[in-house]
């Protein structure tokens, strides 16, 4: 059978990337900052990536034979990985739930949006924000609200000690401070 009427399957439908990562049911919540850097995503996706593959990907098109054409292949390849990416932040852009952190009234208690620091069973002090699954960026600091360390930071004040399950087992940790940023 001709490759062309194939189809391909390399991470085909993987408008789950993340999918997985929010447990059935939950709501999608996110901070008003991690919406608005997912729909800039979205919009630089639309409006710059893709024409310019469109256009590469035209122009190696009328350069004849395509099945050994390689900017014309990777350039399929591309697309198709910026069209699934784009469908997935439709769908997630779709279902978000912003939260304003700077709304919470209760700032003695950790909730999401919170910036807390803790006391670590060596003494380290580090330094977390709750924040949206999508959103989330250990080397920023920030961590998803559904994270083993935030679930067990949740409704906790100053002071508080938790225990948070980890990949060495469960550690003991110490909260010094919270925090909430006003936008």
Known sequence: MSKAFTK???????????????????????????????????????RVERPKVVETV???????DRSENGDY????????????????????LEIAEVVDPARQKNRDK??????VTYANGAGEEKTIRIVGVDEADFERGEVSWISPI??????????DTVEVK??????????LKIEYQDA
Do not use: C
């Open 8 to 46: 391909e399957t390399d991470e085909e439908d993987d408008d789950h990337e993340a999918a997985d990562a929010l447990p059935a049911g939950a709501k999608n919540y996110i901070t008003r900052q991690g919406f608005e850097r997912l729909q800039e995503e979205l919009r630089h996706l639309k």
């Open 58 to 64: 035209s122009w190696a098109a009328g350069n004849g």
């Open 73 to 92: 292949i990777y350039g399929k390849k591309r697309l198709r990985e910026i069209d699934r990416r784009m469908r997935f932040l439709g769908k997630r």
């Open 110 to 115: 950790v909730f999401f949006g919170a910036t």
């Open 150 to 159: 935030a679930r067990a930071l949740l409704k906790s004040e100053v002071g």
């Open 166 to 175: 980890t990949p060495t087992g469960p550690e003991t940790i110490e909260i």
